[in-house]
């Protein structure tokens, strides 16, 4: 059973800088896709960024040149690095890995970003 598990969410204020983690407990591997989404209250759910297993990258606009992923396969683990943080980013992020077609999610992650 797939598992993936966020944490490093928190409170910053603006301008601050934050790194998620996406850990998967070696319950998933050589992945098609990882990425990361968010929902703001009130909001639908939205892609922040998604890399492929090729190295192909999609970052929304609202974050691009703030927001990288890495990830760390000897550790199961995906990372979503927020720099330069707004108060718009604030939402609760979720963590996402897509294989053979089928999708997985975290449970996910608190941020908020006070101006």
């Known amino acids: 059973q797939v598992q993936l598990v966020e944490s490093g969410g928190g409170s910053v204020q603006a301008g601050g800088s934050l790194r998620l983690t996406c850990d998967s407990k070696g319950t998933i591997s050589l992945a098609n896709a990882m990425g990361w989404y968010r929902q703001a209250p009130g909001k639908q759910r939205e892609l922040v960024i998604v890399?492929?297993?090729?190295?192909?990258?999609t970052v929304a606009d609202s974050v691009k040149g703030r927001f990288t992923i890495s990830e760390d396969p000897a550790k199961g683990a995906q990372y979503l690095h927020m720099n330069n943080l707004k108060p718009e980013d604030t939402a609760v992020y979720y963590c996402d890995v897509t294989k053979h077609g089928d999708e997985f999610w975290g449970q996910g992650t608190q941020v908020t970003v006070s101006s």
């Open positions: 890399m492929t297993s090729s190295g192909e990258t």
